[in-house]
């Protein structure tokens, strides 16, 4: 009876981690949103179209959409130097804005589903653990 109870407790364990892991995207994307507002707004703008020359958009980014784990990485651990966006160079720095690894996952699902984005890429919490600086 134990050994059953013990196999059930991990399952239950092991399934809610899943779950937890793997959010649907809709409320990924929801809850990017207010994140995005909190920590990306100052800078990319409402419209995700950044500042010409300061900020990079993230609308219709080639740059975003062409390296989405660069992308995820500049936003764990910040970015430094030049990057070339839509034929424009950016040589600025974005500072680490010291989110969580899901809160990571969840504002590249609202940016990559923003502003006439489209990625068919779903963005996990396990994918955004296994980018290193």
């Known amino acids: 009876m134990k ?10 364990f092991f399934k809610i981690s899943w779950l ?3 959010k649907p995207l809709e409320e990924s994307i929801a809850d990017g949103a207010g994140i995005y507002q909190d920590f990306c707004v100052q800078c990319h703008l409402d419209s995700g179209e ?3 020359g300061v900020f990079p958009p993230l609308a219709a ?3 975003l959409l062409n390296n989405i784990d660069l992308s995820i990485k500049g936003i764990k651990y910040g970015l430094n130097g030049p990057i ?3 034929g424009e160079t950016y ?3 974005m500072q680490n804005q010291g989110l969580e690894e899901e809160e990571i996952a969840d504002v590249m699902n609202y940016i990559l589903n923003s502003w ?3 990625s068919e890429q779903v963005i996990t919490l396990q ?3 296994q980018i290193q600086e």
């Open 20 to 22: 937890h892991q793997n």
């Open 50 to 52: 950044g500042v010409s």
């Open 3 to 12: 050994l059953i109870s013990l196999i059930f407790g991990l399952f239950l």
């Open 61 to 63: 980014s080639d740059y």
């Open 84 to 86: 070339k966006v839509n």
């Open 91 to 93: 040589d600025g720095v």
């Open 116 to 118: 006439n984005n489209s």
């Open 127 to 129: 994918r955004v653990s």
